[in-house]
Structures are given as C-alpha cells and as structure tokens.
Nanobody
Framework: QVQLVESGGGLVQPGGSLRLSCAAS????????MGWYRQAPGKQRELVAD???????NYADSVKGRFTISRDNAENTVYLQMNSLKPEDTAVYYC?????????WGQGTQVTVSS
C-alpha cells in the first residue's frame, strides 16, 4: 500500500519561507519520479515541481528561483523549500509519486500566505 504523508504547511507572511516534507512508504521510492502539485480555491491542480530518481528537477515558471525540490532516497522523503512566498502561492500542496503509469497522492497540506 503506497502512502504519502505531507507536513510543514501553515500560515506565513509574504516574503517568508516554509519547508514542506513528504514521507513515503509502501514501495521503493528511490526509483520513481516524485513531485509537488498545488490547488488553489476555484482553480485546477497544477504542477509546482518534480524530481526524477536521478535528481533532475523541473519547476513551474511561477516558482522558478524561489522554490527548491529535493529528495532523500534513504529516508523515502521529498522536500519543497519555498522562499519569497507570495499571496498567490496560497493553496493546498500535494505530494505525488508516479509509479509506472499511476500517480499516487498524499492528503495535502495547506499553505496560506497572508499578512
């Protein structure tokens, strides 16, 4: 049973930082790509960043230079360091792993950027 558990969300002021974590279990995650998506109220879920098993990263244009995705394969954990946060980053953030043709999702963690 694949399980993904996110943590680290919360309320932060504009310009602040947060670090999201996603702990994975149920399979050998080191061989699969993982990523972070987000969904704001009234909007579709969108890709924030993803990372291959070899550490190649990809970012949405809106977060380039501000967010950093990383993974610790020994700990089956993927991280999202978010700096210079903006109100438009407010959303529920979801961790995902793509195993062959299937995406598995965590329950999400709320990030709110507001003064």
């Amino acid at each position: 049973q694949v399980q993904l558990v996110e943590s680290g969300g919360g309320l932060v002021q504009p310009g602040g930082s947060l670090r999201l974590s996603c702990a994975a279990s149920g399979t050998i995650f080191s061989i699969w790509p993982m990523g972070w998506y987000r969904q704001a109220p009234g909007k579709q879920r969108e890709l924030v960043a993803d990372i291959t098993s070899g550490g190649i990263t990809n970012y949405a244009d809106s977060v380039k230079g501000r967010f950093t995705i990383s993974r610790d394969n020994a700990e089956n954990t993927v991280y999202l360091q978010m700096n210079s946060l903006k109100p438009e980053d407010t959303a529920v953030y979801y961790c995902t792993v793509k195993i062959q043709l299937l995406y598995y999702w965590g329950q999400g963690t709320q990030v709110t950027v507001s003064s």
